[in-house]
Nanobody, 124 residues
Framework: QVQLVESGGGLVQAGDSLRLSCAASGRTFSSYVMGWFRQAPGKEGEFVAAIRRSGGNTYYTDSVKGRFTISRDNAESTVYLQMNSLKPEDTAVYYC?????????????????WGQGTQVTVSS
């Protein structure tokens, strides 16, 4: 069992930066692929970014490439999402998730555990 707790969301202006954190319980954090997803009001949830167990490979949806960076600290059981050059269309609830399978990183259905989400609001 893994419990995930996100933090770092807030209200910012377009062009600002935020760093989201997701702290995981348990001693098996390094055995999970970690991902970030988001859901905007009235829209379906979407994949944002993922990082493999060792942190050596990262994946991003096209709309955030070059602006967002996912990273992890296995010693601290924490995954981060650094978000730069934020846009109003980045407004959403952001969720971190943990997956055992080392494939299909963009597929929400493959993630076993989810956090409660943190709100990010970007004003224009």
């Amino acid at each position: 069992q893994v419990q995930l707790v996100e933090s770092g969301g807030g209200l910012v202006q377009a062009g600002d930066s935020l760093r989201l954190s997701c702290a995981a319980s348990g001693r098996t954090f390094s055995s999970y692929v970690m991902g970030w997803f988001r859901q905007a009001p009235g829209k379906e949830g979407e994949f944002v970014a993922a990082i493999r167990r060792s942190g050596g490979n990262t994946y991003y949806t096209d709309s955030v490439k070059g602006r967002f960076t996912i990273s992890r600290d296995n010693a601290e059981s924490t995954v981060y999402l650094q978000m730069n050059s934020l846009k109003p269309e980045d407004t959403a609830v952001y969720y971190c998730a943990a997956a055992k399978p080392d494939y299909g990183y963009t597929l929400a259905g493959l993630y076993d555990y989810w956090g409660q989400g943190t709100q990010v609001t970007v004003s224009s």
